[in-house]
């Protein structure tokens, strides 16, 4: 284990990885983020419950194994591009992150630790025990601070980007478990899906971005039910990996 990812399960070749890049709130003890604590349980510092639904998955099977990011997305935002200004935020729905105001050396030295550690786990992982199949799992809050007016009304999303082959199957699965199913809602993986991009689409692994709403899966009830469908999910899509 490394204090930039968490594993649960064993990898296996041809089987389903999950990757969670903002599984977690951490917040190591030598990083001041100048925030108030409290925003650390928002959903600006943690994709609500994806750990959760993770375990669960990997618990009941229907993925082998899951490697979830080890701090909080404020830390270091592992589904950006290393270069982008977003990958260590300086502010984030009406919040200023005033801690990430870094300098060149700072910003290295964050990067060092957490981002590419993090990146440089699953690209061995994928190297030793390739997978059919990646599922990328976020959760996404019904409005944002922000933007109140805008509610999205979706239960889920799934997100592709140039490799589609899996997500029309999802849409299917998820429509048949009587979900709302957005369709490159509430983001578009065309813009947002750097994880992806890297592991799935840079290896021609076949994936699925999963967003799941997190009024949904905010308890132990919802966050069960959730991993049933999304395991049924995984049963459906895999019948199209060739």
């Not at 983020?33 to 229907?62: K, Y």
């Not at 699965?173 to 009587?178: H, I, K, R, S, Y």
Request: hydrophobic share 45%.
């Amino acid at each position: 284990m490394s204090e930039a990812w968490r594993q649960l399960g064993e990898a296996r070749a041809g089987g389903i990885l999950l990757i969670a890049d903002h599984a977690s709130a951490h917040v190591p003890r030598d990083i001041d983020l100048g925030i108030d604590p409290g925003l650390l349980a928002n959903h600006i510092a943690i994709d609500i419950g994806v750990a959760e639904v993770a375990a669960l998955l990997v618990e009941s099977g229907a993925v082998d194994a899951a490697i979830l990011g080890g701090v909080s997305r404020l830390v270091v935002d592992c589904n950006r591009e290393e270069d982008a200004p977003g990958v260590l935020p300086i502010a984030s729905d009406g919040h200023a992150i005033p801690g990430n105001a870094l300098d060149d050396a700072g910003r290295e030295e964050r990067l060092a630790r957490f981002y590419r550690p993090y990146h440089d786990h699953i690209t061995a992982t994928i190297a030793a025990q390739r997978p059919a199949m990646i599922l990328s799992l976020h959760s996404f809050t019904p409005s944002l601070a922000s933007h109140p007016e805008q509610a999205r009304p979706w239960h889920v999303g799934v997100l592709y980007n140039d490799d589609d082959r899996l997500a029309t199957a999802a849409i299917v699965a998820l429509e048949a478990e009587g979900l709302n199913v957005g369709d490159q809602q509430p983001y578009s993986g065309k813009q947002l899906n750097a994880t992806m991009n890297r592991h799935a689409e840079g290896n021609a692994i076949p994936y699925v971005g999963i967003e799941m709403r997190q009024d949904l899966v905010g308890d132990a009830a919802g966050q069960a039910l959730f991993a049933e469908r999304l395991a049924k999910m995984c049963k459906k899509v895999t019948l199209n990996i060739e």
